[in-house]
């Protein structure tokens, strides 16, 4: 079975450009998660889907970021404008729901602002 | 307090040693636990989630004592490949819906 999808997996953009961020989730899943994770602050939810809804995005940092899930196979999280601060890996996982369920992760994007 | 709190190691240990780890958590009303790996430059994979009955899987035990607010990693006969971090992950009922949170890891270090 494919696991969680994301592209690009590595993606190095100069201050002030914008970066999309894609995720395709386990086929089944109906919770979508994206998070990000620096060694200074670990891993932090940034939002979360439940069937393609936003549902709770108060880890969203400002309003720079945003994140889309126009159906259950594909969510993007686009940042714009980028900013050195944003380097981190980025993570999408998916759940086959919002209570007990396990998440999993997707291989991530290192995401590299100069 | 944070909400969910991990002694961050390293935990350097000779191989076939045993080895436990702590996780603590602040919600009462916590729901679900779990313990994830990550490996260096790689994305958490779950390990396993912890039952209030405690559970097992080969070399790995978990354990939950909500009494206490606590869940624990347990690890026999250790092995080079399970160098990692280990990720304590809590599921806490909010304004109707889950928040996954995860404590910042436990590093392992199995030497030869």
């Known amino acids: 079975d494919a696991g969680v999808i994301q592209s690009p997996r590595h993606e190095v953009t100069e201050m002030g450009q914008e970066v999309t961020l894609r995720c395709k989730p386990i086929?089944?899943?109906?919770?979508l998660f994206w998070y990000r994770q620096t060694m200074m602050r670990g891993l932090e939810l940034l939002i979360y889907f439940n069937n393609n809804v936003p549902i709770d995005d108060s880890g969203m940092p400002e309003d720079r970021f945003s994140a889309k899930m126009p159906n259950a196979s594909f969510s993007t999280l686009k940042i714009q404008p980028s900013e050195p601060r944003d380097s981190a890996v980025y993570f999408c996982a998916s759940s086959r729901g919002q209570g007990a369920s396990e998440q999993y992760f997707g291989p991530g994007t290192r995401l590299t602002v100069t | 307090r944070k909400e969910v709190e991990q002694d961050p190691g390293p935990f350097n240990v000779p191989e076939g040693a045993t080895v436990a780890f702590n996780c603590t958590y602040s919600?009462?009303?916590?729901?679900?636990f779990f313990w994830y790996r990550q490996d260096c430059r790689k994305e958490p994979k779950l390990l396993m989630s912890?039952?209030?009955s405690g559970n097992e899987d080969g070399r790995f035990t978990a354990q939950l004592n909500r009494a206490s607010q606590y869940i624990s990693l347990l690890i026999r006969d250790s092995k080079l490949s399970d160098s990692a971090t280990y990720l304590c992950?809590?599921?806490?009922?909010?304004?109707?819906?889950?928040?996954?949170?995860f404590g910042t890891g436990t590093r392992l270090k199995v030497l030869a």
């Open positions: 086929s089944g899943h109906n919770s």
């Open positions: 992950v809590v599921n806490n009922p909010t304004s109707g819906t889950y928040k996954y949170i």
């Open positions: 912890v039952y209030s």
């Open positions: 919600n009462s009303a916590s729901q679900s």
